[in-house]
Nanobody
């Protein structure tokens, strides 16, 4: 099994910053990518940012220049630094990891439990 533990959500004023963390543990042989998605009330879950094993990153247009995704390979941990937060960033943020649990395994997609981010004055 693969477990993901997220932390770092909370309430912040517009223009403020938050840093999310997600640590992956359990039976992990290799990680293809790690990323963050979010889901606002009444909306579909959407991609925020991803980072692949080689370090390349991808961001949603709405967060480019404000959010930064990074990864600590030794700790199997992914971070999301969120700056200049806006009310429209309010959502539940989910960590996602695509990985193999052992040699020859398929690449599975695993999700964290989600952490609430609220941007409000």
């Amino acid at each position: 099994q693969v477990q993901l533990v997220e932390s770092g959500g909370g309430l912040v004023q517009p223009g403020g910053s938050l840093r999310l963390s997600c640590a992956a543990s359990g039976s992990i042989f290799s990680i293809n990518s790690m990323g963050w998605y979010r889901q606002a009330p009444g909306k579909q879950r959407e991609l925020v940012a991803t980072i692949i094993s080689g370090g390349s990153t991808n961001y949603a247009d709405s967060v480019k220049g404000r959010f930064t995704i990074s990864r600590d390979n030794a700790k199997n941990t992914v971070y999301l630094q969120m700056n200049s937060l806006k009310p429209e960033d309010t959502a539940v943020y989910y960590c996602n990891v695509k990985c193999r649990r052992y040699i020859g395994d398929y690449v599975g997609s695993y999700w964290g439990q989600g952490t609430q981010v609220t941007v409000s004055s």
